[in-house]
Structures are given as structure tokens and as C-alpha cells.
């Protein structure tokens, strides 16, 4: 009966597929049907009917238009998406069991399996976009920080804004003994990492953690907390913190209110940078390896339809629907159609804000994941030092390009992806200067790098 089911699904898809092309498609024969679909029913689904959670930020898309788009229906899956409140009820409803996978920071499942936080075997086969956030400040700090902008012929700020422009209003504060405040969507979150990392590159402490102190803010010059995303605008508004680290679209909503002034992008702090990616347990994998391998399918096809250029102004309507992001599509335009706005009016050509396929955007690297590792540990986070080897170990056992790997083979065999979008690779990038401060990242030597940083940890070789 399964297979039935399984076969029926695959036909009314084809179908469904053919249908939409519309106009002059040739009309399928009963043998065209046999072959699609033992060309593409090679995977006996465990589990169709799927419940994935996300929180409301752009870069949760390839979810939306995976569903949007049918490409979940086309690999036999029916699939619920469902908004969470926050990132840590994101992480306990999927080790729970209540969400079958989710749209989770890069850092989740990377602490959960090297000791920080809530410990469990979580795995990533799919990287779901690179860069996408931005740090902004309120309307005040930008006005004391503007003067310490180098500005160019026509007088606008010449970009990336490193946080040297920050350090003296910081000073101020502390002159007249206010602490300077800051927020950040998760302590594991790419935004926590990527705030400390600007700030740190001017000399400014964003503080330690220990064993014994989770909070962060051990020897601060900047106290930074956790905000969940839709929030951070409010929050901003009342004064509560002085700027804040986010996705998309909650720095645009600061200048579309007129309450703050994004100053830099994570493209600017360090290029191409993985942003989230799609989790499950590693329970569920190895129970449902099909369910796994075409959940993968799906969501790489998501990104690869999110990356025509064509089609960002109808991922921008579908991400506006309340069900997803339900943001204005003015503000979710400004960034997700190839520009981003800074000071109100100067909005900027940045193609690469928001990438989804570009680049081997969704293949889950070992070298992005263990830069996180490596953050985990010049700040405390992973409290003793680690043997070099552990971070290849750690992390290969969290991502998972296997599964990607045979996820993207079909999609070959199928016609849905070129076969030069499969990457040759060991699963590292090459060692690369590009951040903000143009220090050398080679994930092959993950100790040199921490101790390559003049504020955080140090460790032995």
C-alpha cells in the first residue's frame, strides 16, 4: 500500500509539473510517466508527513519556497511550517521530538555537541544561506559615531564602518558611568560571534565567558544580551540597549521607523559567511535516511530558485504572508533584492546580501563550522583548551555533506541542478583574509587562529 501511495504521489507530481509549464508541453505518454518515475522514485520516503519550525527572519526562505513552490510534494513529503517564538525553544522542540527538523542558527548544533548549553546529537546536512545580518545602532550613537566616519568625495560614509568609530562614544558612556548595551539574538548565534568579532577587531572588549559565568560580560567594554529578532527594533526604541546584531529584515524595520542606522553588514565582517542551517537529530536521520536525503533535495532546490535574480520580488510577496516572516515587502525589498539601506536614503548596491545557492551556499563545509568552534573558544564558551584534532573530530560529527552529497547526485540525474554545482572538496574552504581585519582564517590550523586574536583565549599547539 505504501509503495502504492509512494507511486501515486510521484505521478500526480509529474503531472502537477507538467501541467504548470503550461502552453505548447508535449502531452506525456504512459511510457514517458514510467520512466520519470523510476527516475525519480528512488527514495522510499519513512516519513511524509513533516513538521519544520524557523524564526520569522529572511533568511528562513528556502523553507518557504520549498513549500511554496512544491518542491517538498515533488520528493513525496507534507510538510507543516511553523513560526517559534524564540531560538531556544527552537533547539528544545527539536531535541524534544516536537519539530522533525527546524531553520536554526549554525552555532546550535554545533554547542550542542561540544558542551555548551543544552547537550544533544544534532546534525546539518543543508547550510541554508551566507550572510543576511547587520549591526545597528540607535539614532544617538550613530550621531556621536558619524563624526569618526571617513567620508568620501560626496560626503558619505566610506563602508565597512569598522568599530574604531564606535570606541570613543563607548568612552563617553563610561566617562559619565553608563554601561554601553548591545544586543544579540543568541549567545551560540552567528550575530553573537560576529559583533564580537567587529568590536574586538578595535581593540574593544565584548567579554569572556567561563565555566561559572555564562553570561559573557567578564571584563566588558560592551555589555551584550540576548534579544529575540522581531523584538530588537522595540527594544532599540525604548532605550533599552544602544544597538543590536540581527538578520534581516529587523535592521531595515530600524531605518523603515526611522529609530536607527545600520552601520555594517556580516558580508563586510567576513565575506561569504555561513549564516543558518537546517538541523535534525541525529536520531531521526539514522531512522529515516530517505526522509533525510529528500528533505535535503528539496531545500537545495529552494535555494537554487531563491538565487535567479527574477525571482527575489516573488520571494519577497510569499515571505511577507504572516505565516512566514509577515513583514512589510518594502522593507523586506531593501535587502532582499540586492540592496541594503544604511543611514536613511543611502541605500547601496549589495547583491550578496542575501545568498542562498551562489558560491556552494547550501553545502555544509567543515570550515565554516569550525570557525564556530573556534569562536566558542576565544571566548570561553568551550572553557578548557582542546587538542587540535578535536575540532575536525567535533564538527564531523554534526555536519554532514554525505548526505548532501546524495541529495545533490539526484538532482543531477534528475536535470534540476548542473553537475558543476557539486563541489570537489575535502569539505574545506581554502585559508582566506576576508574580514574586517583581514586576519588569515585556515580552519586546518584551528589554534593558530585563536591565538592569532589579541583579545580572548590563548591555547598550547
Request: hydrophobic share 40%; glycine share 8%.
Amino acid at each position: 500500500m505504501k509503495s502504492l501511495l509512494t507511486k501515486s504521489t510521484w505521478i500526480l507530481s509529474l503531472g502537477l509539473l507538467l501541467s504548470a509549464c503550461g502552453g505548447k508541453t508535449k502531452k506525456a505518454s504512459t511510457e514517458d510517466l514510467t520512466t520519470e518515475t523510476s527516475k525519480t522514485k528512488t527514495l522510499d520516503i519513512e516519513k511524509p508527513q513533516l513538521t519544520f519550525g524557523f524564526i520569522k527572519l529572511t533568511d528562513m526562505a528556502p523553507l518557504a519556497i520549498a513549500k511554496e513552490k512544491g518542491f517538498f510534494e515533488d520528493e513525496g513529503l507534507f510538510v507543516s511550517v511553523e513560526a517559534q517564538s524564540n531560538w531556544k525553544n527552537v533547539l528544545d522542540r527539536v531535541i524534544d521530538g516536537q519539530l522533525d527538523g527546524s531553520h536554526m542558527l549554525a552555532g546550535q548544533p554545533i554547542a550542542a555537541g561540544a558542551g555548551f548549553g543544552r547537550q544533544a546529537e544534532l546534525v546539518t546536512a543543508y547550510s541554508m544561506d551566507l550572510n543576511g545580518n547587520g549591526i545597528t545602532v540607535s539614532n544617538d550613537v550613530w550621531a556621536k559615531m558619524k563624526p569618526n566616519v571617513p567620508k568620501d568625495a560626496d560626503g558619505k560614509p566610506v563602508h565597512p564602518i569598522k568599530a574604531d568609530a564606535l570606541k570613543p562614544v563607548i568612552t563617553e558612556y563610561k566617562n559619565k558611568g553608563n554601561a554601553f548595551k548591545m544586543g544579540m539574538v543568541f549567545p551560540v548565534s552567528t550575530h553573537n560571534y560576529e559583533i564580537r568579532y567587529w568590536l574586538a577587531a578595535a581593540g574593544i572588549n565584548p567579554g569572556m565567558y567561563t565555566a561559572d559565568n555564562v553570561q559573557g560580560q567578564i571584563g566588558a567594554d560592551v555589555l551584550l544580551s540576548v534579544t529575540p529578532p522581531p523584538q530588537m527594533p522595540a527594544t532599540l526604541e525604548a532605550g533599552t540597549i544602544y544597538g543590536y546584531c540581527v538578520g534581516e529584515p529587523w535592521n531595515q524595520q530600524a531605518v523603515f521607523k526611522g529609530i536607527g542606522v545600520p552601520v555594517v553588514t556580516n558580508y563586510d565582517i567576513w565575506k561569504n559567511n555561513p549564516e543558518k542551517v537546517f538541523v535534525m537529530t541525529k536520531k531521526f536521520v539514522e531512522e529515516n535516511p530517505n526522509t533525510a536525503i529528500a528533505v535535503t533535495k528539496a531545500l537545495i532546490r529552494a535555494g537554487k530558485w531563491l538565487d535567479e535574480p527574477s525571482n527575489r520580488a516573488e520571494a519577497v510577496k510569499i515571505l511577507s504572508m504572516p505565516q512566514y516572516v509577515g513583514a512589510d515587502e518594502v522593507v523586506l525589498a531593501n535587502s532582499m533584492t540586492g540592496t541594503f539601506e544604511f543611514e536613511k536614503g543611502d541605500k547601496r548596491e549589495m547583491p550578496d546580501f542575501n545568498v542562498f545557492y551562489k558560491y556552494n551556499a547550501t553545502y555544509p563545509f567543515y570550515s565554516d563550522g569550525i570557525w564556530f568552534l573556534t569562536q566558542m573558544r576565544r571566548w570561553g564558551q568551550i572553557p578548557a583548551p582542546k587538542p587540535e584534532g578535536w575540532y575536525a573530530e567535533t564538527i564531523k560529527k554534526i555536519y554532514r555533506p554525505d548526505i548532501w552529497k546524495k541529495a545533490a547526485d539526484l538532482l543531477v540525474a534528475e536535470g534540476h541542478i548542473p553537475a558543476s554545482d557539486v563541489p570537489n572538496t575535502d569539505g574545506y574552504k581554502p585559508a582566506t583574509t576576508d574580514f574586517i581585519d583581514g586576519t588569515k582564517y585556515d580552519a586546518k590550523d584551528p589554534i593558530g587562529y585563536i591565538n592569532s586574536f589579541s583579545i580572548g583565549n590563548k591555547d598550547k599547539k
